[in-house]
Structure formats: structure tokens, C-alpha cells
């Protein structure tokens, strides 16, 4: 029988503060009593979700990176969940309007890295960005998609906003193959829209017969805004096997392939689906 045991980290976070969250979180990993092989961060874990890009991101070999790196080697597990990332993009304006040479300037992403034990990592950046609060105005949207294999399961990787938009996360099936069978968000969802976060993430495990995995974080940010958490394991029937309100809390759960593919062999829902393409 296939089995994925993921572990969601569900925590208040150090407004802008890197170290701090960093060490928060370690202590948090290193309290973990069950074996897993998945840990899931929230949504921008080491800021909080912040417009600061300019000061705050990091490059791939910045200290998140390598923490990450350091946690995934010695805990002999996967890392996921989303951060502040600059990368260098040579423009075409000539340097002082003279000189004709690129000038270097910085793309910033809210970027999800998917950190292995051994050092190599996968990242997706986030596509849709939250307007309402000006992430538009700092971050570059990314253009594809990113589904991690591990023991026989398939993860699609998306962030927060991304929840709202059903086409980005729909099972593009081949060959009546599904796509993915676990679909993570990461984020920071505030309490105000939380019956939409419910909803939405039981819409994802329903129409995609998939399990959907949400981690929130807790508490009110730098921005007087509240997040009550709410983070879920939900299964293909949109039956909850996980949700907790408010608290602070470090759940370990185990997923079985066995009962997902029961489902989708009884209920054959995905053959039915409409046949499509998502461009860039």
C-alpha cells in the first residue's frame, strides 16, 4: 500500500523578521514526534506577507535557501512552502541614458521552493498575484505549473491566491491519467474571507479527485490583519480529515494512494473532464 505522510506547520509569524521566524520554525520541525517526509510551510514563512521585496527577498544561495537545505539534509525530509526571491534581469536601458550598456535590475517572485534532502530543489512561482493588496506592484507572476513525484504520489504546488482560480489547479489529464493526486496550497489567508478558504480548497479536492492539503498561518500581521489559520487536509470526496481553528499547531497525517485510487475507480468522474491547455 502507498503512503505520504505530509506534516503542516501552522504558526504565527515574526513580522519581517527573518531570523526569528527561522529559529521559530526550526524548533517547531525539531518538536515533531511522527516520522514524516514532507513539511509544509506557510505562505511567505520567513517575512510574513510583506510588500518589502526590495529588502527583504533573497537570492537561491541566500541564508532561507540554505536553511532549508540545512533542515531538509539533517531531518531527512522534503520542505516546501513560499518566500520572498530576486533574480537578476539585464535591461535594456542604457546606463544613465550614455553609455549603451545593460543595466541590472531585479525580478522579485513570491517563490514556493520544494527543498529535497539532498540539496536539489524545484521552485513555482506564484501565478496569480493578490492585487487588493498591491502584490502586483512588487512581484512577477510565474508561468508554469510545478508537480513533485514522490512515492508514487504526484503534488501540485500552488500559492494562496492561486486557490481562487480553479483552471491553474484543474487535472490536465492525459490518457485518462490523472495529472496529480495531492494539490498543496501555502498561505496567508486572513480570517475575514476564511469561509471562502474552506470552501475553496473542498471545490479543488472535489472537481480534481484529488486530496487538498491548505496551510495557513496564524495571528495578526504588520498590517493589523488577522489569520485564524484554518489549515485542512481534505480528501476526494471533499470529506475534512484535518482543520484547526486559531491555535498554533504541528500535525503530522498520512495519506494512502490505495483509497484515492478506490475512489477515482468507482466514481470515474475525471474521464468526463474537458480536454484543454493553459498558455503562459
Known sequence: MSHLTFTLIQTNLHWEDKAANLQM????????QHPTQIIVLPEMFN????????????????????WMKKIAAEKRVIVTGSMMAKEPVESEAASGGQTGEAVPTQHYFNRLIWMLPNG??????????????GEDQHYTAGTKRLIASVNGFKINLQVCYDLRFPVWARQQSKENEPEFDV??????????????????LTARAIEN?????????????????????????????????????????VHTITLSKDKLNDIRSKLPFLKDGDAFSILP
Open 25 to 32: 520554525l526550526e524548533e517547531k520541525i525539531n518538536s515533531i
Open 47 to 66: 517575512t510574513g506577507f510583506s510588500m518589502k521585496p526590495e529588502e527583504l527577498a533573497e537570492d537561491m544561495q541566500g541564508p532561507t535557501v540554505q
Open 120 to 133: 536539489h530543489y524545484g521552485v513555482y512561482d506564484k501565478r496569480h498575484l493578490f492585487a487588493y493588496a
Open 183 to 200: 494539490l498543496v496550497y501555502v498561505a496567508n489567508w486572513p480570517e475575514r474571507r476564511v469561509h471562502a478558504w474552506k470552501t475553496l
Open 209 to 249: 479527485q484529488c486530496y487538498v492539503i491548505g496551510v495557513n498561518r496564524t495571528g495578526t500581521d504588520g498590517n493589523e490583519i488577522y489569520h485564524s489559520g484554518s489549515s485542512m487536509v481534505i480528501d476526494a470526496m471533499g470529506d475534512v480529515l484535518y482543520c484547526k481553528e486559531h491555535d498554533e499547531d
